[in-house]
C-alpha cells in the first residue's frame, strides 16, 4: 500500500524576501490585514492571532525584483479566511487599497488573487463548505476558473467596520512554479505522500492531505527547465509543511533518506529542498 502523510498535515508559516521592510510591513497590515508579532533584525513576523507567526518577510539589501513568471519559485501562497463574510470584508479593504484584484470562483472555494510591492503573488480565499465539493470520475476534485459573484461576495461583508483578518486565519495552501513537473510530482507524492487531487492539463497539479482540495499546488507556467530565482532576488525563502505527531516526522526523514533526498536538521525541523530547490521545513504541528 503507497504510504499518504498524516490527513492532519497542513501548510504553517511562509518566509519571503523583499526589498525594503517598511514598505512591505505597511502592505501586509493596511491592505492585507495582518498585523505585526515581533519585528527586528530586518525581518518583520506577522499575524492574524497576535500568537503565531503567519508570514515571516525579511529585507534582502539590494535585491533584485524579478518579474513575475520568471523562475521556479513561488506563484503565490494562500491565506485562508474562515467564512465568505471575512471574504467579503477583505474585499472591500482590497478596493480601497486601490490596488488590482483577481478573482476566481473555483467551486471548492472564493479566491482574490493581488501581489505585494515586490511581485509575490498572494492569494486571499474561503473554502465552501466540504460537502460541496464535488469530484469527477477520476476521483479529482473539480475546479473552476469562474468570475466571483462581486456583489454578492461584498454584500455577505456587510458594513462592519473593517479591523484586520480575524483570529483564526491561517495559511490555506501554496502554489509555486517548478521547473519539471513529473520529478516534483514524485517527490511531493510519492516521498512525502500527499495525495494528486487535480490536474490541469499538462502543466499543474495540485496534492493535499487529509481530502482537503489542494495544500500544494505546482505549475509549469514559468517554463518547463526553468531556474530557481537568484539569492539575491526578492521571493520565496522556505515554506512550512507542518506534521501533528513526531512519529510521523521522522517517519519522512527516513523516506527521504532512504530516496537520496539531502536533509538537515534544526533542532526538530527537517529542511528539504524539492527538486526545483525550493526549500520546505517540515516541522511538528504547535499544540494550540
Known amino acids: 500500500m503507497a504510504y499518504r502523510i498524516h490527513p492532519d498535515t497542513a501548510i504553517g508559516q511562509v ?9 512591505s510591513v505597511g502592505f501586509y497590515r493596511e491592505v492585507v490585514g495582518l498585523k505585526v508579532l515581533r519585528s527586528a533584525n530586518g525581518t518583520a513576523e506577522l499575524t492574524a492571532d497576535g500568537v503565531r507567526a503567519l508570514l515571516l518577510i525579511t529585507e534582502l539589501p539590494d535585491a533584485v525584483v524579478p518579474p513575475r513568471r520568471s523562475a521556479a519559485g513561488l506563484y503565490h501562497f494562500a491565506i485562508l479566511l ?10 472591500r479593504n482590497l478596493i480601497r487599497g486601490g490596488i488590482h ?43 473552476t476558473l469562474e468570475p466571483i459573484d462581486w456583489d454578492g461576495l461584498l454584500g455577505a461583508g456587510g458594513e462592519e467596520p473593517w479591523a484586520g483578518l480575524p483570529r483564526d486565519t491561517t495559511i490555506g495552501h501554496i502554489h509555486l512554479h517548478v521547473s519539471d ?21 499538462d502543466s499543474a497539479l495540485f496534492f493535499s492531505a487529509g481530502g482537503y482540495h489542494h495544500h500544494i499546488g505546482l505549475n509549469t507556467w514559468a517554463g518547463v527547465g526553468t531556474p530557481l530565482a537568484p539569492p539575491n532576488a526578492t521571493g520565496l525563502d522556505y515554506f512550512t509543511i507542518t506534521i501533528p505527531d513526531r512519529t510521523e516526522l521522522e517517519t519522512l526523514a527516513q523516506r527521504l533518506t532512504e530516496a ?4 538537515r536538521k ?17 516541522e511538528r504541528k504547535e499544540e494550540k
Not at 15 to 23: F, M
Not at 260 to 263: D, K, V
Not at 266 to 282: A, K, N
Open 82 to 91: 474562515p467564512d465568505r463574510e471575512s471574504l467579503g470584508m477583505a474585499l
Open 266 to 282: 534544526d533542532g526538530e525541523s527537517i529542511i528539504v529542498h524539492d527538486p526545483s530547490g525550493i526549500e520546505i521545513r517540515l
Open 260 to 263: 537520496a533526498i539531502p536533509i
Open 181 to 201: 513537473l513529473e520529478k516534483t510530482r514524485s517527490f511531493y507524492n510519492g516521498v512525502l505522500g500527499f495525495d494528486i487531487t487535480a490536474h490541469m492539463d
Open 15 to 23: 518566509k519571503s524576501r523583499v526589498s525594503d521592510l517598511e514598505r
Open 101 to 143: 484584484i483577481g478573482h476566481s470562483d473555483h467551486l471548492v472555494s472564493e479566491a482574490l488573487y493581488i501581489t505585494d510591492p515586490d511581485n509575490n503573488g498572494i492569494e486571499i480565499y474561503a473554502d465552501r463548505p466540504r460537502s460541496r465539493w464535488k469530484r469527477d470520475e477520476n476521483n479529482e476534485y473539480i475546479m
